[in-house]
Nanobody
Framework: QLQLVESGGGLVQPGGSLRLSCAASGFTLDYYSIGWFRQAPGKEREGVSCISSSGGNTYYRDSVKGRFTISRDNAKNTVYLQMNSLKPEDTAIYYC?????????????????WGPGTRVTVSS
């Protein structure tokens, strides 16, 4: 059974950094693209960043470009999201999910096997 678990969330001041981890169990991540998504209160879940199974293709939503970096360590069966220069509008629950080897759209509808999420709060 495919299971993903996120970790690394927390409370951080504006301008701070966090590194989220998405760890897989029950399967190897080698064959899956992985996406990071977030959902703020009262808003729809949105794609933040996605990475193909090989790591050769990545996507970032405009609002996080230059601040967030997605990476994967298939040997550790883990995908990371390094988040720098955090802003209050980044506050949300962050989820990771698995897709096919390649992704066409970094959107919630293209991914499955969702983790339970990790909360990120950016506030002074």
């Amino acid at each position: 059974q495919l299971q993903l678990v996120e970790s690394g969330g927390g409370l951080v001041q504006p301008g701070g950094s966090l590194r989220l981890s998405c760890a897989a169990s029950g399967f190897t991540l080698d064959y899956y693209s992985i996406g990071w998504f977030r959902q703020a209160p009262g808003k729809e879940r949105e794609g933040v960043s996605c990475i193909s199974s090989s790591g050769g293709n990545t996507y970032y939503r405009d609002s996080v470009k230059g601040r967030f970096t997605i990476s994967r360590d298939n040997a550790k069966n883990t995908v990371y999201l390094q988040m720098n220069s955090l802003k209050p509008e980044d506050t949300a629950i962050y989820y990771c999910a698995a897709g096919g080897r390649l992704f066409r759209i970094c959107g919630p509808g293209s991914f499955g096997s969702w983790g339970p999420g990790t909360r990120v709060t950016v506030s002074s």
